[in-house]
């Protein structure tokens, strides 16, 4: 079965630093990869997404992420983060035999002004 | 963009009875919709995929006689919560994916149930 792991579970930075966070899948076949953000009270927000071509992805807000396919990794980064970014962050794949999207865990991330 | 909406966004019921939960696509037609559940602090898990004018499909280990999911129309899904427990207690999200191919999926800002 499709699975997704985000190893970081609560992250914490100040204004301007930079942010990575990681996104591992356990899927061999083609897959379609997504990263989507929840702020507080909201709902779920597309950030991202990669479904072919470059795998390096721009996204709003200045969000970017890698597919490494050798590391099975879509991992979101932000050069520098604001106080509004804070958020939760979901990593989601879709394989080509499913519609539904596998969700990883979340991640939330605070960042203090 | 496309907007996804759900109603009511929180309800509070009493334990054994039902609840239904609305999920509109507003700006488009959606064939496939998709209810999620989420739990606090947790990731969302797919309960169900449903199908415009047909039968939904449930996940393993979801109650389909628990969680009637009806949809009716190419922007309408509802789901039933029946004989409410407080277990049941969640946030129930649904999404929608638009009728073209390897289309996106838009979220519904999430239905708050609580069950005393």
């Known amino acids: 079965a499709q699975s997704v792991s985000q190893h970081n579970h609560h992250v914490i930075l100040s204004e301007a630093a930079s942010l990575e966070l990681g996104c591992n899948y356990s899927?061999?076949?083609?897959?379609?990869l997504f990263w989507y953000v929840q702020y507080p009270g909201q709902h779920l927000q597309l950030l991202l997404k990669?479904?072919?071509?470059?795998?390096l992805v721009k996204g709003i807000k200045g969000f970017e992420a890698e597919f490494i396919k050798s590391k099975f990794s879509f991992n979101l980064r932000k050069p520098s983060v604001q106080w509004s970014d804070t958020a939760e962050y979901f990593c989601?794949?879709?394989?080509?035999?499913?519609?539904?999207?596998?969700f990883g865990s979340g991640t939330r991330l605070q960042v203090q002004p | 963009g496309a907007v996804v909406s759900q109603h009511p966004s929180r309800v509070i019921c009493k334990s054994g009875t039902s609840v239904k939960i609305e999920c509109r696509s507003l700006?488009?037609?959606?064939?496939?919709m998709f209810w999620y559940r989420q739990f606090p602090k947790q990731s969302l898990m797919l309960m169900a995929t449903s199908n415009e004018g047909s039968k939904a499909t449930y996940e393993q280990g979801v109650e389909k006689d628990k969680f009637l999911i009806n949809h009716a129309s190419l922007t309408l899904s509802t789901l039933t919560v029946t004989s409410a427990h407080p277990e049941d207690s969640s946030f129930y999200i649904c999404?929608?994916?638009?009728?073209?191919?390897?289309?996106?999926?838009?979220f519904g800002p999430g239905t708050r149930l609580t069950v005393t």
């Open positions: 990669y479904f072919s071509g470059d795998p």
């Open positions: 700006d488009f037609q959606a064939t496939t």
């Open positions: 999404s929608a994916r638009t009728t073209v191919v390897g289309g996106e999926q838009y």
């Open positions: 989601a794949v879709k394989n080509t035999g499913r519609r539904a999207l596998t």
């Open positions: 899927y061999g076949g083609t897959v379609n």
